[in-house]
């Protein structure tokens, strides 16, 4: 963004806007400055993510009032309250301070409490933390508003909102330069603080949150061996021949990297390696060779082999069942990201940088990519289930059917009826799931919660174990009842893409119908809305026999069926309950 | 220079080119507030690598006067 000028922004955004297909994203600033040169800017870095952004910036200085007309209908709340313009000006707020200053603390506070209240529904709030930094006084002594900046930053950390996310404002004075950020000429005379310069950097450093807000984050880095995880060439070199120290100038670099990847698959980021060596010298380094730093343990998939890189990042792809548009690509050869990136657009490709005491930086740019809002059991498990389909995927060459595999897996379902302590993992799989997701329609935790104290709705979930492993929490159904008319509605059926091919949907619906039955409801409605992604289970419904009704457009499919007619592809219903028999 | 300009304010205020020319002004078009003003005053600076007094800012109100002032900052005489 911030290599593109302002009117180049402003006439691309206005082409992009008349492009894009999809439903409009409404996001809402509260703000008690001028903030117009945000509009455009945040559009188009939205757009070019095909999230199609439409940004409103509230009245000046109008916050909590704002704050109540924008939670109706903005998917995104982005809050920009600048100590330098509370009480209208620093004019009025130091001498407070100096007056009383916990009383202008407790004010705010109350009025953070006030606003935090109406927004609590809100998918996603982008807060800046409160900062002194722009007005700063040279004499450390006077520190009033250094205080009060910290003191509030304080109590909105032990508040543990579950839809914000912090923006540190000083990170992005930083990059540029506070000198480039701030606009002292406009501000004192129509409020506007910060440079077009300041809007381009927060907006890259605000996108990688949205984007995890509409499931776009980034699951999978693979990477490249030789010249991208350690100096050399162990083809040509030999194993003794390359640098594993952190001793020397590069070696001190691609350390530090092999650190960063260690830390990225510790926190449930996929690592894949896709080189062109021999398999035996690769296992060789990353079991025996002292410096390595990463092990077998934080790599998920390895193609070692001599094959071109497209076709192994396909089969990655194909093995894991992951998009390839979650994937990210290093590789240190131009010739390879060049291949990748013209033949799969969707992975994001990048090239280990010329300059290699930048690649470190690269990475740690990089790194943001793959932000998802919370951490779930189930993220920090993920390399040993991914490791666990590897092995699933691999003996399944050994039967000669299908069926007679997957009986073979002895795979046991485990439902959570309706269980508040798990609505962070719900919450995620709704945000995240794109496969196996017959509405995509994303929920957030506050609203995943109020489904489930809803009479009217149950919210399922299925744990998924096998003889290789336990899955963890990896589907969900949404299910609204209509009493007066016998009916249940399946409002959201997801699955994670990682117990796909298993036949354990089927299962699931089972489940489903032995349930209803229990409820005297007599038919279950269903419906199938396409994206771009969800076209493997555009016929899902017509395989469990649900009736589809005509009269809808074809975009959207939409069916019933009477639960008598319903035909159970397992005799009993063996789905046990988790909080009856669990672990 | 004076192309330039007319593309600036044709993008910022959404006015087809056409329709500006040199006497195009904060009174003859009614896009042209205060906000969009400090729009065209940031993409000016921006695009001229240029940064103009306050005084500047508040006199540029019509294509002409943009000229003039950027071709001060400039040092080369407006076209």
Known sequence: ?583 | MKEIIKEILSVVLDVPMHELDDFSSTQTLEQWDSLNHMKIIAALEEHFSVSFTEQETLEMQSVKLIEYTISCHLSCPPE
Request: aromatic fraction near 10%; proline fraction near 2%; glycine fraction near 4%.
């Open chain 1, 1 to 583: 963004m911030s290599t593109m000028s302002y009117v180049e922004i402003i006439k691309k955004n206005r082409e992009l806007k008349n492009k894009l297909a999809s439903e409009d994203y409404t996001v809402g600033v509260l703000t008690n400055i001028t903030n117009h040169f945000l509009k455009d800017i945040l559009e188009y870095s939205l757009r070019l993510s095909a999230i199609n952004a439409i940004v409103e910036i509230g009245g000046y200085d109008n916050i909590v009032q704002d704050a109540d007309r924008f939670q109706k209908k903005s998917s995104l709340i982005i809050v920009f309250w600048e100590l330098i313009n509370f009480m209208q000006g620093l004019h009025r707020l130091r001498p407070a301070l100096i007056n009383d200053y916990e009383a202008v603390k407790a004010d705010m506070v109350h009025q953070i409490d006030l606003l935090m209240d109406l927004l609590k529904n809100t998918p996603l709030i982008i807060f800046n933390r409160f900062t002194n930094v722009a007005m700063s006084m040279a004499n450390p002594v006077l520190g009033l508003l250094d205080k009060l900046a910290a003191d509030l930053n304080k109590y909105m950390d032990s508040c543990n909102y579950r839809n914000v996310y912090f923006v540190d404002l000083p990170g992005i004075f930083l990059k540029d330069g506070i000198g480039l950020c701030l606009d002292w000429r406009n501000y004192y005379r129509n409020k506007s603080l910060y440079t077009l310069c300041f809007y381009k950097t927060y907006c890259d450093t605000i996108i990688n949150a949205i984007r995890a807000a509409n499931g776009q984050s980034k699951k999978m880095l693979i990477l490249d061996c030789d010249n991208t995880l350690w100096d050399g060439i162990v083809d040509e070199n030999g194993i003794d021949g390359i640098d594993l120290s952190a001793d020397t100038a590069n070696g001190a670099i691609f350390s530090e990297v092999r650190s960063m990847i260690k830390e990225l698959a510790h926190c449930g980021i996929l690592i894949a390696l896709c080189s062109k060596n021999n398999s035996d010298d690769i296992d060789k380094i990353l079991t025996q060779h002292p410096g390595i730093i990463l092990s077998n343990n934080d790599i998920v998939i390895k193609m070692i082999n001599w094959d071109d890189k497209v076709t192994n990042i396909k089969l990655i792809a194909e093995t894991i069942s992951i998009g390839l548009d979650s994937m990210v690509f290093i590789d240190d050869s131009a010739f390879e990201v060049e291949h990748v990136r013209g033949l799969l657009p969707e992975v994001n490709s990048f090239k280990v940088p010329d300059n290699l005491y930048d690649y470190p930086a690269l990475l740690r740019e990089i790194s943001g990519m793959f932000y998802t809002a919370a951490q779930t059991t189930e993220d920090l498990s993920k390399q040993t289930m991914y490791r666990q389909q590897f092995r699933r995927e691999s003996s399944k060459r050994e039967f000669d059917s299908l069926d007679d595999y997957l009986a073979s897996l002895d795979i046991q379902l485990f439902c959570y009826d309706n269980d508040l302590n798990i609505v962070t993992r719900l919450s995620q799989l709704s945000q995240k799931t794109n496969q196996f997701n017959l509405t995509t329609r994303r929920y957030t935790e506050r609203q995943i919660e109020n489904f489930i104290t809803d009479a009217k709705y149950d919210v399922l979930a299925y744990r998924v174990k096998d003889k290789f492993g336990d899955n963890g929490i990896t589907a969900m159904v949404i299910l609204q009842y209509d009493l007066q008319s016998f009916t249940a509605i399946i409002d959201s059926f997801t699955m994670s893409c990682r117990i796909i091919g298993r036949n354990i949907e089927f299962s699931i619906v089972d489940h489903l119908i032995w349930r209803i039955k229990d409820k005297n409801i007599d038919q279950i409605e269903a419906v199938y809305i396409p994206t771009q992604k969800n076209v493997s289970v555009k016929h899902f419904y017509d395989k469990c026999s649900f009736q589809l009704l005509d009269s809808y457009s074809d975009a959207e499919k939409r069916y019933v069926m009477h639960i008598d007619n319903y035909s159970f592809k397992n005799a009993t219903n063996n789905v046990m309950y988790a909080n009856e028999r669990d672990n």
